[in-house]
Each structure stands twice: as structure tokens, then as C-alpha cells.
């Protein structure tokens, strides 16, 4: 027992003292270093491949097992339907035998067991209609009230989810159900779903990976020491090299680096060698000159020392007996005794210039409120408005509305963004929106014009650009006025993003913070506005101008 207590506490000092061990041999050894970085770094590589291939590898394998599973069930679905249509079946013993045999065909064709028949809620009953069944099993709740509702609304389309399936043993297994509608005889209209299983493509994806990982191992240990064999050819010279180096500087100066081919490491042993040679050459010059130099310095020092400290005596005397002397040799005395101060006042103003070349925009901020800005834009803009025949409508729910903002930038924003959208609006309404929350304050203006395209949005801030070239601008613009917009936004530090849709207008949305210069982390109003939820399928959108554009409060 003492025997094994004692080995144990030899063990677990010598796991103890692997942490220091490392670290030493990675300040020491270059050839360590060398691979443990060419490892890790070929080991990311290979891991950040391995990942992309194995969820590719995923990917198709789920789509081709989808697109088989897809095609089998709409062969069963049509098989099934084509068997209903054939019958004259009229009671419901043979509405039943025939809703058998319309299940034992989809059995057949989609080769799955799995299989699901409910009646579609919303018919008139009927005391033939046959009654709901699932062979699903323990699996019936895959088939999830989302599938139902979008097989019940679309009676033409299949429709799928991805699920996962529950085996004889309790346990989980990737599945797919398909659903679509069938139509029974006097019966009425059925939700059909049939259920397949994915485990034969689990499986070979698990297959694959494990390939991957055993390739990844191996690749990486191959890796490991083909690096530790080149590194060691090269590091070897360059470890004799340092020796030779360590005896040179403790004073050998006979000593060499052999020299053996005509590879670089050749190359530099004699060059290492000729740095040898002249440096023991010079210092032996050195070593013969310092006696010289130890020479003149005594003498020059010797001759020197006399008249060098009359000259500080007489400094001496000078700054002491300052007071007394004419002003003109007292102010010399003064500048000689504050030229430190001078070279400090010197550095802060080259500071304060660099501080001058900043180039930061001065913003005039003060509180602001946004609903008066909009309504004084509004006022200004109504008579181009009248002769468009747009109909100008601001929406202000509430909230906190003032911010630390520069009115006049503000005020030259709003003018841009409302007489654009006048321009382009078609005659149609122009709505500005204001709202607010306890960190920032936005402000958007919505019109249902032309819109525009993405490859449009994208350039819509650019210096004179225009959607339209052949379009005559209304209001005199020189092309400059939403990039003008833009900076005075991001100049508060805040946000100028647009939406735009062909055909459903565009909405461009200004945020700012309540506080000047403040943090932005959400708007308070939506973009795509809220009126833009039926055009989902043809939006075209772009935020520009920077932030979080999709969020809102």
C-alpha cells in the first residue's frame, strides 16, 4: 500500500510539472515553437474545411433525399387519387374499403409505413365520411399544426417539414413528413401525410464524418513531422551559429562556424566567419588605439580643466549677481534660465495646431423638437405639394420628441427628404412619421411613387446621382442633397437609412440620438414601414448610413 501511495505521488508531481516543462522548452526551442504553430494553424485550417465539407455534405445529402421523398409521395398522392376517382363507392362500408385500398397503394408507392389520413376541418358532415387515422405511432405529434394549417389552405401544393421521428425504443431519428390534400367520393376532402425516415442519410453523413476526423488526425500529424524534419535541417546551423556566437562574446575570437556547400546556410557561415575575422581584426586596431585615446583624453582633460571651470565660475557668478546687472544682461540672464519653459510651451502649441487639423464638424446643438421641425417642413413644402396634387400627412403618436440636435441641419434634411418624395411621389400621399423612445428620435418620410430598384437604392446617396436623368427636378436640387443628408446625419452621429420598393414607393428613415452624439442601438420606427407587409415578395431593401437599421422599438 505505501508502495502504490508513493507512486501515485510520483505521478501526479510529474503531470504537475508538465505545464512548466512546456512553457520552458517553448522559450527555448525554436524548433518547438516552429511546429506547435505550423500544427495549430494547419489544424484550423483543416477543421474549418472539414466543417464546410461536412455540412455540404449534409446539405446535399438532405436535399437529394428530400427531392426523392418529395417525388415518391406525389407519385403515392397521385397513385391514391387516381384509385379514389375510379370508384363509385356510395355507403360508408365502401367509402372505408376504398380509403383501404387508397392507403395500401400509397403504402406501395412511397414505400413508407408511415401514413396519416384526416378529414379537412370546415365540411359539412357526412355519415359516410371515414373516420381519422395515423399509423405514426409514437411519431403522430411530427405532424405539427403548422403542416396542417398550410396543407388545409393550399389544396394543389405538397408541403414538408423536417422532423424528428420517435423508433420502437423510445429513441429520436431525423424524418421528413410530406403533406397534401386527397379527395374522397361522397366523403369530402382528406389531409393525407406520409412520413420518412432520414437514419440511411444520417448515417452516411456520421460515416463521412468520422472519415473526416480520422483523415484530419492523420493529416495533421503527418503535418507535425514533415515540419520537425525540414525545421530540424534548418535549425541545426543556426544553433551552431549561436554557440560560435556565445563563445565570440565570451572572448574566443579564434573560433569558427564550418563551412560545408553552397546553400544559403553555407552562405551565411562565411559570412558569419568574415564578420569574425574583421571584427577581431578591429578589435585589435581598438585595443592598440586605446592607449593613444587614453592619453590625449588625460592631457586634453588636464588642459582643459582649468579654463572650463573659470567659464563655470563665471557662470556662476553671472546668474548669481543677475539683479544687479543693466536689463539687457539680466533679461539674458532670465532667458538662459527658462529655455526648458520655452521648449514646453513650444511643444503645446504644435499640440494644440495638430488639434486644429482635426477637421471635425462644429454642430450648433440645442433641444429640439422634431414634430415642430416636421410641421414648419411641412408648411414650407405644401404649395409644391398643392401642385403636384400630393397630399402632405404627418403621424406623430407621442413620446419623448425633443433631442440635442442642430436644428438647421435637421431642418435641411427634412426639406430634402420630403421634397424628393413629393418629386417622385406620383400625386400620391406623402406621410411623415415622428416617434421617439427614451434613446433616440426618428423620424421617416413614406411615399407610393415609382420606388426603386436595388441596384438604384444602392446608389442613392451618391454625389449627383439621379434614378431618372431625363426627369425634370422640381424643386432645383443640385443632386447633393441627400449625400448633404447623410453627413449632417452621420455628423450627429446617427442614422439616414432608405427602403424602396418598385411600384410600392420608398421610405427613407432618419435616427437620431436624443442626447447629442449620443449611442444608437434601435430605431423607433420600423423599416420596411408597416404598411410594406403585403409587398414581402417584392421588397428591395437597403439600409445605408450605418446601425442596427432593422431593429425598432
Not at 494547419?42 to 426523392?68: C, P, W
Request: charged share 20%; aromatic share 6%.
Amino acid at each position: 500500500m505505501a508502495g502504490s501511495t508513493g507512486v501515485s505521488r510520483i505521478t501526479w508531481r510529474s503531470w504537475r510539472s508538465w505545464p512548466g516543462s512546456i512553457a520552458a522548452l517553448w522559450r527555448s526551442s525554436l524548433q518547438f515553437r516552429t511546429v506547435s504553430i505550423t500544427v495549430v494553424f494547419s489544424g484550423v485550417a483543416i477543421v474549418i474545411v472539414g466543417v464546410y465539407m461536412s455540412v455540404s455534405i449534409g446539405n446535399d445529402l438532405f436535399q437529394s433525399r428530400l427531392s426523392q421523398v418529395l417525388l415518391d409521395s406525389n407519385r403515392a398522392t397521385t397513385a391514391a387519387q387516381g384509385v379514389l376517382d375510379s370508384s363509385d363507392a356510395t355507403d360508408r362500408v365502401q367509402v372505408q374499403m376504398l380509403l383501404g385500398s387508397a392507403t395500401t397503394t400509397i403504402s406501395a408507392a412511397s414505400s413508407s409505413n408511415l401514413i396519416a389520413v384526416f378529414r379537412v376541418p370546415g365540411q359539412e358532415p357526412s355519415t359516410v365520411a371515414p373516420q381519422d387515422f395515423s399509423r405514426f405511432g409514437a411519431s403522430t405529434d411530427a405532424i405539427t399544426p403548422e403542416l396542417r394549417a398550410a396543407v388545409q389552405e393550399n389544396t394543389a401544393e405538397q408541403h414538408w417539414q423536417s422532423v424528428a421521428l420517435t423508433t420502437e425504443d423510445g429513441g429520436k431519428i431525423p424524418g421528413v413528413v410530406v403533406g397534401s390534400q386527397i379527395t374522397l367520393p361522397v366523403a369530402g376532402r382528406y389531409e393525407l401525410y406520409i412520413g420518412y425516415s432520414l437514419r440511411d442519410a444520417e448515417n452516411t453523413l456520421q460515416f463521412v464524418l468520422q472519415t473526416l476526423l480520422i483523415a484530419g488526425v492523420a493529416l495533421m500529424a503527418l503535418i507535425g513531422a514533415v515540419t520537425w524534419i525540414v525545421v530540424r535541417f534548418v535549425v541545426t546551423p543556426i544553433r551552431v551559429a549561436a554557440e560560435t556566437s556565445q563563445k565570440l562574446a565570451s572572448g574566443d575570437l579564434e573560433v569558427r562556424i564550418p563551412e560545408k556547400g553552397e546553400d544559403v546556410i553555407a552562405t551565411l557561415a562565411r559570412s558569419f566567419n568574415g564578420m569574425a575575422d574583421s571584427l577581431q581584426s578591429q578589435i585589435r586596431e581598438l585595443a592598440d588605439l586605446s592607449e593613444v585615446q587614453q592619453r590625449f583624453v588625460s592631457d586634453v582633460s588636464h588642459e582643459l580643466r582649468t579654463p572650463l571651470t573659470t567659464i563655470r565660475l563665471a557662470g556662476d557668478v553671472l546668474f548669481d549677481q543677475r539683479d544687479s546687472f543693466p536689463p539687457a544682461t539680466r533679461r539674458t540672464a532670465e532667458l538662459l534660465h527658462t529655455q526648458v519653459e520655452r521648449f514646453e510651451l513650444l511643444l503645446s502649441d504644435l499640440l494644440e495646431i495638430s488639434r486644429y487639423d482635426a477637421g471635425s464638424v462644429l454642430l450648433e446643438s440645442e433641444p429640439t423638437n422634431l414634430v415642430h421641425l416636421a410641421e414648419d417642413a411641412i408648411d414650407g413644402m405644401r404649395s409644391l405639394a398643392e401642385s403636384k396634387g400630393t397630399d402632405l400627412r404627418l403621424v406623430a403618436p407621442g413620446g419623448h420628441l425633443n433631442a440635442e440636435v442642430d436644428p438647421r441641419r435637421i431642418r435641411r434634411i427634412l426639406h430634402n427628404l420630403i421634397g424628393n418624395a413629393i418629386e417622385h411621389g406620383e400625386g400620391k400621399p406623402v406621410v411623415v412619421s415622428v416617434d421617439s423612445n427614451q434613446s433616440a428620435v426618428a423620424l421617416s418620410v413614406r411615399d407610393y411613387g415609382l420606388g426603386m430598384s436595388q441596384a438604384e437604392v444602392a446608389h442613392v446617396f451618391d454625389r449627383f446621382w439621379r434614378a431618372d436623368p431625363s426627369r425634370q427636378r422640381t424643386i432645383g436640387g443640385t443632386g447633393l442633397g441627400l449625400a448633404i443628408s447623410l453627413e449632417d446625419a452621420t455628423a450627429h452621429k446617427g442614422w439616414l437609412q432608405v427602403w424602396s420598393s418598385p411600384g410600392h414607393g420608398s421610405c427613407f428613415r432618419l435616427t437620431l440620438p436624443r442626447r447629442a452624439l449620443g449611442p444608437l442601438t434601435a430605431s423607433p420606427l420600423p423599416l420596411p414601414p408597416e404598411d410594406a407587409e403585403n409587398t414581402l415578395t417584392n421588397i428591395v431593401r437597403t439600409d445605408i448610413g450605418g446601425g442596427n437599421g432593422g431593429q425598432h422599438d
